[in-house]
């Protein structure tokens, strides 16, 4: 497998279905990269710990972490799987953040908020450039600007992952400018 191939079979199994080959999260999302290793070989998926590295080490997305001792990896963001409740310390958002979406989805949006549906929470980043290549990978773009600060005043929680995408369970429309 090449690194794009290494990388989304790694999203897929950290982030939405570890039990697809017979792996076990801890409730931080952390698994054994061994245990990885060879649940992957046995579903007829190579593994190696330098591929593995190599795919943490120059993924732009930064979408995994090794711990410290180097023997546990896991997503940073984005799970679906209920195996994971990763316990982010709560941050004050900046101003505003942006959401990336598909146009086809802002109707929709205009109704009923953003809600993190099968993930846990709604994603954003804290710039256009990133949303708007979030949103293409789902069809025409649009950008949604989150007053975030006034969510925050609110009561409403943010959290931070560790590659910086910001994380909240829901936006009402109130917070929602459809520029």
């Known amino acids: 497998m090449n690194n794009i191939e290494v990388s989304k079979f790694l999203s897929y199994v950290l982030r939405h279905q570890p039990e697809a080959i017979g792996l076990l999260l801890d ?18 998926k190579k ?15 930064k979408r995994f972490s090794i711990s410290d001792d180097g023997l546990r990896i896991r997503a940073v963001q984005g799970h679906s799987s209920r195996q994971v409740d990763i316990a982010y310390s709560e941050k004050i958002p900046p101003f505003y953040l942006y959401h990336g979406t598909a146009t086809r989805f802002v109707t929709s949006i205009r109704e009923s908020g953003l809600i993190a549906g099968s993930r846990q929470y709604v994603h954003f980043s804290a710039d256009k450039v990133t949303a708007l290549a979030v949103g293409q990978r789902h069809g025409k773009p649009a950008i949604l600007r989150i ?22 369970s829901v936006v009402p429309v109130r917070f929602i400018i459809f520029d």
């Not at 245990?35 to 007829?44: D, E, M, N, P, V």
């Not at 929680?157 to 910001?166: D, I, L, S, Y």
């Open 27 to 44: 409730s931080e999302g952390w698994a054994d990269i061994s245990k990885l290793i060879t649940c992957a070989a046995q579903k007829g």
């Open 47 to 61: 593994l190696d710990l330098t591929i593995i590295r190599d795919v943490v080490n120059t993924s732009d997305k």
């Open 147 to 168: 007053n975030a600060m006034s969510m925050y005043e609110d009561g409403l929680k943010f959290f931070q992952a560790e590659n910086g995408v910001w994380l909240t």
